[in-house]
C-alpha cells in the first residue's frame, strides 16, 4: 500500500501515518492521549460483534518472550541431509510459493518430508528407515524448541514476570470478558505452544474445546455447545451462564496431542507449561505420534482428521453474519486461512480487525482483496506493541460494572450537581 509509513492505522473513517513516534515521555503520553480518543472507541465498538473471534499466531508468543526475556521459537528451514534432502527442500520451495507464504519455513520442509517418505515406504525400506530417523530427529528438536520458549518465560521472574503475566491476561481478558449473554469468544490459534492455555489460567478464564475427559482427555468429533451454567443463590431451574468461558482451536495440533495407534484416537497429555526436555511424556520418536501439522501419522483418516475438524469450527465460527476477527500476529502465510477470512470477508456485515508489526508483501496481498469498510488495520512497532494496545488501545473488560454504574449515574445526575463534590452545597 503505498504512502503508509511505519506507523499507520485506519480505524472506521479515521487514519494515521508517520515514520515514527515521539521519543521524549510528554510528548508520546500526548501522542497516545490523541490516538486513543479515535482508536479505543472503535475497537470498543466492533468487540461488541455477536460473534467475536481471535486469531493469534506466532508473532503473540514472540510479543510475550519479549517482554520475558525469553527468545521464541523459529520457523526458518532446517537441514535433514540424506539423499532425498535436495528433492524435499524443492519441493518445500514449490509449495510454500503456491500457498502464498513465499519463502518455506520448516513445516513446508516437514510436509514434504513426509510425503516422500510414505512414498520410499513402499519402494525401499532402507532408504525410508534413514529419512525416519532424520524426520525423527528435526521433529524432536522442534518440540524441545518450542518447550524451551515455555521454559524461557516460565522461569522470568521480577519485573519481566509482572509485566508478562499483565500483558498477557490484559489482552485474553479485553475479548474474553464479554457478558455472559452473548456469544463466547473462541480463540484460534497457529502456534503449538500452550501459551494461551497458561493465560488462561493465569486469568482464570475457562476453556472449551473438543478434548473430553479428566485423566486422559480425548479428542471428540462432536462439539454439542458444551458450556459453563451456574445456578444463583435462591434460585432453582434457572441456570445462568458463567462469565469469563472462552472457546480455543489449535487450528495447527499442539506439542501434546498425542495420537494412539493402537486405539486410533488422539488425547492430550498432562504435560506441564515450561515441562523439562526429558520430560516423560515427550516421545523419541514422534512423526508417528505427536500430532504437529502437517504430521499425517500412519493413515489416510489421520491425514485429515482432527485438521478437517479444526478448520471446519474455524469455518463455521467466523463465517456468520455480524461476526468480527482479529487477528494479532499472523502472517498471512497460510492460503488456506486466509482463503477462510475471505471467505467471512463476503459477507457484508462481517469485519477483519489486524494488528500487525509492519505491512508486509502478504499483507498487502491480503488486503488487496477485501474492502475498506470491512477492514481495521493497527499496524507499526507502536500501535501493534502487545503491552502498549493493552495499556492504551484495547477496551477494558466489558464486565467492569462500577464503570458502567459510574457513567450512567453521573449521566442521570443534573449537570451542576455532577460538577460538584459530596461536601459542596451543604448547609
Sequence with gaps: MAGIGKHFYRVGSASYSSEAVPDEDKALNEFIAQH??????WLSATFQAEHLNLLI????TTAIGKIAGSPATGMGTIKLGGVYETYIDEHAQVTAKKMGRGEANIEDQLRSALAVLAGIEITDIEDAEDLRKRVNSQLRAFLESLLETEIGIAKASG???????LALQSFLLSFASRTASRERLH????????LI?????????RMIDRFVGALNPIFRASRLDVDYHYNPPGIRGEPRFMEGVVRLTKLHGSLDWIYDDARRTISRLGLPFGAPLDHTGIPHDPVDTVMIYPNP?????????????LFRDFAASVCRPNAVLFVYGY????????RVILDMLSIPSTHVVIAARSMSERLELFLSRTRE?????????HFSDLQTMTRNYLPKPALDYITARMTALLKERPLDVSMTTPTEGVQ
Excluded at 492455555?197 to 478464564?205: F, K, T
Design 197 to 205: 492455555e497458561h493465560g488462561c489460567d493465569l486469568a482464570g478464564l
Design 159 to 165: 519485573k519481566k514476570a509482572s509485566d508478562m503475566e
Design 187 to 194: 480463540v484460534f490459534t497457529t502456534n503449538y505452544d500452550r
Design 57 to 60: 499466531g506466532s508473532g503473540f
Design 36 to 41: 486513543r480518543k479515535k482508536i479505543e472507541p
Design 373 to 381: 469498510a470491512q477492514t481495521t488495520l493497527l499496524v507499526g512497532t
Design 331 to 338: 502472517g498471512f502465510g497460510d492460503d488456506h486461512i486466509n
Design 297 to 309: 501419522a500412519k493413515d489416510f483418516e489421520t491425514t485429515h482428521y482432527p485438521y478437517a475438524e
